[in-house]
T-cell receptor
Framework: NAGVMQNPRHLVRRRGQEARLRCSPM?????VYWYRQLPEEGLKFMVY????????ESGMPKERFSAEFPKEGPSILRIQQVVRGDSAAYFC????????????FGDGTRLSIL | DAKTTQPPSMDCAEGRAANLPCNHS???????VYWYRQIHSQGPQYIIH???NNETNEMASLIITEDRKSSTLILPHATLRDTAVYYC???????????FGQGTTLQVKP
């Protein structure tokens, strides 16, 4: 049973380009969460999605960031016009339902902005 | 406020039990306590969670005080591979977001 799969593992972009990070949840999981970890800082919640719905986006920056979890396919975190400050590790987690089921994390995408 | 308080660092001898404390004195009745750990820069790994009863699984035991204001994660026989940052998190049912604090850096020494 594969865990949460994130790709790419490493992504390099130049300032002003777009970054797309993908997350395939564990089999049977319909809830996805994105977190960001800036260098030398803790993990910060960004967004919580169910299939085709955004449940909580209270941690998303107001501009340039968007997330989706379509009916088919992986969840996508999209960052437009990247800046140096977007350099971070982005982690995705999934759970089978809401409630108190634990979230299981992928190994992250390391985004570097040149 | 989903704050928990943990010591910033702890040491443990290899083979001994590691007892990691967490204070969550303002926890409300529907909030669970979760423990995760992050080894180096890998993704956080779920360890265990509970509401009010003590819990045990293949990785660890979770002891929650009767008033639920604090808890202890116990790794019964720590190994070098248990060196990590351990996070104690409280969150309500259906909240979704996990709020990570600074955690406890556990160093297991030979």
């Amino acid at each position: 049973n594969a865990g949460v799969m994130q790709n790419p593992r490493h992504l390099v972009r130049r300032r002003g380009q777009e970054a797309r990070l993908r997350c395939s949840p564990m089999k049977g999981h319909s809830h996805v969460y994105w977190y960001r970890q800036l260098p030398e800082e803790g993990l910060k919640f960004m967004v919580y999605l169910q299939k085709e719905n955004i449940i909580d986006e209270s941690g998303m920056p107001k501009e340039r960031f968007s997330a989706e979890f379509p009916k088919e396919g992986p969840s996508i975190l999209r960052i437009q016009q990247v800046v140096r400050g977007d350099s971070a590790a982005y982690f995705c987690a999934s759970s089978p339902t809401g409630g108190h089921q634990p979230q299981h994390f992928g190994d992250g995408t390391r985004l570097s902005i040149l | 406020d989903a704050k928990t308080t943990q010591p910033p660092s702890m040491d443990c001898a290899e083979g001994r039990a590691a007892n990691l404390p967490c204070n969550h004195s303002t926890i409300s009745g529907n909030e669970y306590v979760y423990w995760y750990r992050q080894i180096h820069s890998q993704g956080p790994q779920y360890i265990i969670h509970g509401l009010k009863n003590n819990e045990t699984n293949e990785m660890a035991s979770l002891i929650i005080t009767e008033d639920r204001k604090s808890s202890t994660l116990i790794l019964p026989h720590a190994t070098l591979r248990d060196t990590a940052v351990y996070y104690c998190i409280r969150t309500g049912v259906n909240t979704g977001k996990l709020i990570f604090g600074q955690g406890t850096t556990l160093q297991v020494k030979p």
